[in-house]
């Protein structure tokens, strides 16, 4: 068994569910440890109470890494505000869509 990952603060400890399914999803045999600790923050540090992934299998640690790698990559890709071209609104990157109007933005 070979640890993986564990978040940084427990608001972003979600991370570590979705990269068990990730995991998982490429047959990759892994577990949640720590999982139910938080509810002993105050008696531990909360750093100790963290949830962390483990990998069964240490052969598998490469192409767990890899994984995470480009999952890690794919969610820094960021899109740009835009301007709809038809009302003129300012729409964050992360909508497709027009929230005042509907227009669908023009890809770039």
């Known amino acids: 068994m070979k640890y993986l990952f564990a978040p940084n603060t427990m608001s972003e400890s979600g991370e570590v569910y979705v990269l068990k399914s990730l ?18 923050v105050g008696e531990l540090s909360p ?27 794919s969610q820094a890709e960021t899109l740009s505000q835009w301007v709809c071209p038809d009302c ?14 509907g227009k669908q933005r023009y890809e770039t």
Not at 48 to 70: S, V
Not at 94 to 100: E, G, I, L, V
């Open 23 to 40: 995991l998982e999803k490429e047959e990759v045999a892994c577990v949640i440890r720590n999982e139910h600790l938080f509810i002993a």
């Open 88 to 101: 003129g609104e300012t729409i964050e990157g992360q909508f497709s869509s027009c929230w005042q109007c």
């Open 47 to 73: 750093q100790e109470c963290l949830p962390a992934l483990w990998i069964f299998n240490d052969a598998d640690y490469p192409k767990a890494l890899e994984l995470i790698e480009a999952w890690r990559s």
